[in-house]
């Protein structure tokens, strides 16, 4: 919305460039029965240990939570193997990667990040003052020479998704190596890795090798994805120690609420939980893309718990099917925001619910295709 006249104070500079962040859950006002498969949230819902950790604060809301999650940061150092002192916990990976870039950006500054980035790349940006550069992907995949083309003595950050989220691609270590020793030692890497639980390529690698080697590189990761934790907004990013001490002196002092650390403490020791989550996945996502294939659409190969979907008429069919699915109470994800509007993201669901998505695309593309695929 644009503000012909301000009577009152005025916000800082860039401010209101910003295009606000709509949610895949943005319209609440739904169906009962409505599947909801725009948001990659765990179709499993949070594990059964997390639920009662989190049941069990209930009784202690009026105590402030413990301001370091040090239990947290054990319990995370402990799965992963890495110094409890260099993990700063945030509410979501979202307020991590605006802390970073209050530390590191500001006005005459620029965030860099690939094309079809996480759309937060460019809201966090502005933000701060600072500009936010796309450079351009090849194939729906993050481009290493295109990131280092667009680098230049201003570039304070590089923000890169890998996996990606919408497209579902990633980079392999060799190229986020690559592209670590192409930048400036004054060029802050973040790698957001919202998905690397779901990723099992041999030549992929989330990033802690990177921080562990390198003064310029924060990874982050979320519970909100394969953890189910999505209502709590509880992240975390592993850091060099300099910018953890960084972190802490500018985040909040009680920014990760009791009830978050305590159910995401016993979301990170229930391994059995998180592999029946990727199991779930794995299969869900290999079904699905060949089942579009046979439709006659497009899916973009993808690592994480979604699949980038392309339809060949383009951005009205991809429209058209939007609202046919939302007629259907299917909410999958449009995705005219990220530049891709001829595509549709779909997360992966449950086994009922994919069987439901793929009937009603079936139907919608018997419609597109006057009968074609036998309806």
């Not at 202690?60 to 947290?72: C, F, R």
């Not at 190229?175 to 639980?197: N, S």
Request: glycine fraction near 10%; charge should be negative.
């Amino acid at each position: 919305m644009k503000v012909n006249k301000l009577t009152g104070p005025s916000p800082k500079q860039g401010i209101l460039d910003i295009e606000a962040y709509v949610g895949g859950n943005a319209d609440m006002d739904e169906p009962e029965d409505l599947i909801n498969i725009a948001s990659n949230e765990n179709p499993l819902g949070p594990s059964r240990l997390a639920m009662k950790a989190h049941k069990a604060v209930a009784e202690t809301l009026n105590i402030y939570p413990d301001g370091s999650a040090q239990v947290l940061r054990q319990a995370i150092a402990r799965r992963h193997g890495i110094p409890a002192e260099q993990i700063v916990c945030g509410a979501g990976s979202d307020e991590l990667l605006t802390l970073l870039a209050r530390a590191f950006a500001g006005p005459g500054d620029e965030i860099l990040y690939s094309a079809h980035g996480f759309l937060m790349y460019p809201i966090v940006a502005k933000s701060v003052g600072a500009t936010p550069v796309a450079a351009a992907e090849t194939d729906l995949t993050a481009s290493v020479d295109a990131l280092l083309a667009l680098t230049t003595e201003r570039t304070r950050i590089v923000f890169l998704a890998n996996p990606n989220n919408p497209t579902g691609s990633y980079l392999p270590q060799s190229e986020m190596v690559r592209l670590r020793e192409g930048l400036p030692e004054k060029t802050l890497l973040v790698i957001d890795a919202a998905y690397a639980e779901y990723v099992s390529r041999n030549d992929y690698e989330p990033g802690v090798r990177m921080v562990e080697t390198s003064d310029n590189v924060v990874m982050c990761r979320t519970f909100s994805k394969i953890y189910g934790l999505a209502a709590l907004r509880i992240g975390w990013a592993y850091c060099p120690a300099r910018i953890a001490d960084i972190l802490n002196r500018i985040r909040g002092p009680f920014n990760v609420s009791a009830p978050a650390i305590a159910a995401a403490t016993a979301a990170m020791e229930d391994i059995a939980y998180t592999g029946q989550a990727r199991e779930l996945n794995d299969e869900g996502l290999t079904n699905f893309s060949k089942f579009v294939v046979e439709l006659g659409l497009i899916p973009a190969p993808s690592v994480g718990n979604f699949v980038l979907v392309r339809f060949p008429g383009g951005d009205e069919m991809a429209a058209a099917a939007h609202r046919f699915l939302l007629s259907h109470s299917i909410r999958a994800r449009a995705m005219g925001g990220y530049g891709l509007a001829d595509c549709i993201r779909f997360t992966i669901g449950t086994h009922a619910d994919m069987a439901r998505v793929g009937a009603v695309l079936t139907q919608f593309m018997d419609g597109a295709n006057g009968g074609a695929n036998g309806g």
